[in-house]
């Protein structure tokens, strides 16, 4: 599909993209670099993600009915178009989060019908307050340097967002070293007895092993291994394969392609400090590496342990 053709949809792509529909690797590139160019299709693409996990969350939770949710997702979608042609026709981005909060009261005051049945619009507005609003300024914030599409979406039981999360509590030091080694077969049998699981301890040059960390989410068993050179540090997250093809733990199926081609997916920019992020199997588990350095430092020092 050629990107300069007059039926070029930009939106229309956006949430291809977002559902997962744009099968060709050079479209898909073209899209994520237009997303991370323009201010506009990036504000674009944060919003209507979040609005998709927000409604798969939540909605599906409320067990509703077939026809009951298609009213009201149509209903959200109608109310999301209207906004779309008026954001489209009448602001910047800029102008845009300066107008916001009109747009909202203006929508929360609108009547609303689902099908033939009023309901009132008020329901919605809770919802946008306390859930939508603050993750959409969140997300929009021109502090956050977040880019990496992937941790942007991720939920919490997502591998990548799970890494960075860990990450930060090391670097704060709300996290201690469970189990003091500088020796990998120590520290890989310390997980194995412990987590059940056969943990990937790489000897890494010019940085030293100082131990791991231990612990679960819903029941899964989780390690982090620490290497430190002088004030870098780099972080590993693993946990068995299996977390994965159980759907217990979550990683996006395009990360997972690139791991399977390329044997790993790295990417920077996955948190405010501009972090890199190296994600690869060894064996029966799953490794989430996250660093301090600079992308190609963290690509040398990795080609050079992982074998």
Same mark, same amino acid.
């Given at each position: 599909m050629d990107l300069n053709t007059t039926a070029f949809n930009i939106d229309e792509l956006i949430t291809s993209y977002i559902d997962n529909q744009i099968s060709d690797p050079a479209l898909r590139k073209q899209v994520e670099d237009m997303i991370a160019g323009d201010a506009r299709l990036n504000s674009k693409y944060k919003t209507e993600l979040l609005t998709k996990n927000l409604l798969q969350s939540r909605i599906k939770q409320a067990e509703l009915s077939d026809q009951i949710y298609l009213k009201i997702t149509s209903s959200i979608n109608t109310i999301v178009e209207q906004h779309k042609q008026s954001y489209n026709s009448e602001y910047s981005v800029s102008e845009y989060r300066d107008n916001y909060w009109r747009y909202l009261v203006e929508m929360i005051s609108a009547p609303l019908r689902i099908g033939k049945v009023p309901v009132p619009?008020?329901?919605?507005?809770?919802?946008? #307050?306390? $859930?939508?609003?603050?993750?959409?300024?969140?997300?929009? =914030?021109?502090? @956050?340097?977040?880019?990496?599409?992937?941790?942007?979406?991720? %939920?919490?039981? @997502?591998?990548?967002?799970?890494?960075? /999360?860990?990450? &930060?509590?090391?670097? +704060?030091?709300?996290?201690?070293?469970?189990?003091? =080694?500088?020796?990998?077969?120590?520290?890989?049998?310390?997980?194995?007895?412990?987590?059940?699981?056969?943990?990937?301890?790489?000897? $890494?040059? /010019?940085? =030293? #092993?100082?131990?791991?960390? #231990?612990?679960?989410? /819903?029941?899964?068993?989780?390690? &982090?291994? $620490?290497?430190? @050179?002088? +004030?870098?540090?780099?972080? $590993?997250?693993? *946990?068995?394969?299996?977390?994965?093809?159980?759907?217990?733990?979550?990683?996006?199926?395009?990360?997972? +392609?690139?791991?399977?081609?390329?044997?790993?997916?790295?990417? +920077?920019?996955?948190?405010?400090?501009?972090? *890199?992020? %190296? #994600?690869?199997?060894?064996? /029966?588990?799953?490794?989430? @590496?996250? *660093? *301090?350095?600079p992308k190609q430092d963290m690509y040398n020092t990795f080609t050079s342990f992982i074998k």
């Open positions: 619009r008020y329901a919605f507005a809770i919802f946008i #307050l306390f $859930i939508a609003v603050p993750a959409f300024f969140i997300m929009n =914030s021109k502090e @956050s340097k977040i880019k990496n599409p992937y941790v942007l979406a991720g %939920t919490e039981k @997502s591998i990548m967002v799970q890494a960075v /999360n860990e990450f &930060h509590n090391v670097l +704060d030091g709300k996290c201690k070293v469970q189990y003091k =080694s500088s020796n990998a077969a120590e520290v890989q049998k310390y997980v194995n007895d412990n987590a059940n699981f056969k943990a990937y301890v790489p000897n $890494i040059d /010019n940085y =030293s #092993l100082t131990g791991c960390m #231990l612990n679960e989410y /819903n029941g899964r068993k989780l390690a &982090h291994l $620490i290497y430190i @050179s002088g +004030d870098d540090i780099i972080y $590993i997250y693993q *946990t068995n394969m299996d977390a994965i093809i159980k759907n217990e733990l979550d990683l996006p199926e395009q990360v997972r +392609d690139e791991i399977i081609a390329a044997k790993y997916y790295m990417c +920077d920019e996955v948190d405010d400090i501009n972090c *890199t992020m %190296t #994600l690869w199997f060894k064996d /029966n588990v799953v490794c989430a @590496s996250i *660093t *301090t350095m």
